[in-house]
């Protein structure tokens, strides 16, 4: 596999956990206007956001390596 596809799926996993946390922000929303407990949306809500700031952390690295590579 080369970099641009490591790129592109990292891309797309970052894609994908910001929309379960606009999932999870209305879940959460729901729940209040319900009346119920959101202890364990936001503690998972927080889970995505770590999941999140590392899959960030990957991308950064990814495209620095393409650039030390020259961008193959």
């Known amino acids: 596999m080369s970099i641009e596809d490591d790129i592109a799926r990292v891309e ?10 606009d999932h999870q922000l209305a879940i959460i929303a729901q729940a209040e206007e319900s009346g ?3 202890e364990r949306p936001r503690a998972f809500l927080v889970v995505l956001k770590q999941t999140l700031g590392l899959s960030r952390d990957h991308l ?3 495209l620095a390596d393409q650039v030390t590579q020259g961008g193959r």
């Open 12 to 21: 797309q996993h970052i894609r994908e956990i910001e929309q379960r946390m």
């Open 36 to 38: 119920l407990p959101t």
């Open 60 to 62: 950064a690295r990814l």
